[in-house]
């Protein structure tokens, strides 16, 4: 079934259940956890045992946010477009990580400046490299993951 027939027919694409959903969430914190804190400790000067603390706090924001957005995102894209989420061209997987980012941004920025005692201006540069290095793991992390784990097709197509 084309996109075009799903949104004419009034039926949505199948969604990633919440089990495979937590499991992506779980694995992209996890590996965000591990590439991005010794980074951040480095380029902030913060001692590396509070740097992982404040990005495992920054990661649960971050895990319940990413479960809102992807979930919501996913939904209107399928509304839309008829398209499940694993099918999502390039140019709106960019726009789709960089959305999650800035949101996220929102959230962590007064974090960063009562925890690391920067700034607003210097928390707001390492926030936004943080966000950097993210929209670039998000882009190809959920591309692989994707790959790895794709959703099957509904019944009857």
């Not at 259940?17 to 590439?35: I, K, N, Y």
């Not at 740097?51 to 895990?63: D, K, R, T």
């Not at 499940?84 to 990580?97: E, F, G, I, S, Y």
Request: proline share 4%; with cysteine.
């Amino acid at each position: 079934m084309t996109s075009a027939s799903h949104r004419s027919q009034g039926t949505m694409p199948r969604l990633r259940s919440w089990r495979d959903r937590a499991r992506q969430v779980l694995l992209f914190e996890l590996g965000g956890l591990v590439l991005i804190s010794p980074a951040f400790a480095r380029v902030t000067a913060t001692p590396l045992g509070k740097s992982v603390w404040l990005m495992a706090l920054m990661a649960l924001i971050a895990a319940c946010w990413n479960a809102l957005y992807n979930t919501c995102f996913d939904w209107v894209e399928g509304r839309l477009t008829g398209r499940t989420a694993d099918r999502r061209p390039v140019l709106l997987r960019a726009l789709h990580a960089c959305g999650f980012e800035f949101g996220l941004l929102l959230m962590t920025l007064p974090l960063l400046v009562y925890f690391t005692g920067m700034g607003w201006w210097m928390a707001l540069a390492a926030d936004v490299g943080l966000s950097i290095a993210y929209v670039v793991y998000a882009f190809f992390f959920n591309l692989g993951y994707d790959r790895v784990f794709p959703i099957a097709p509904q019944e009857g197509n």
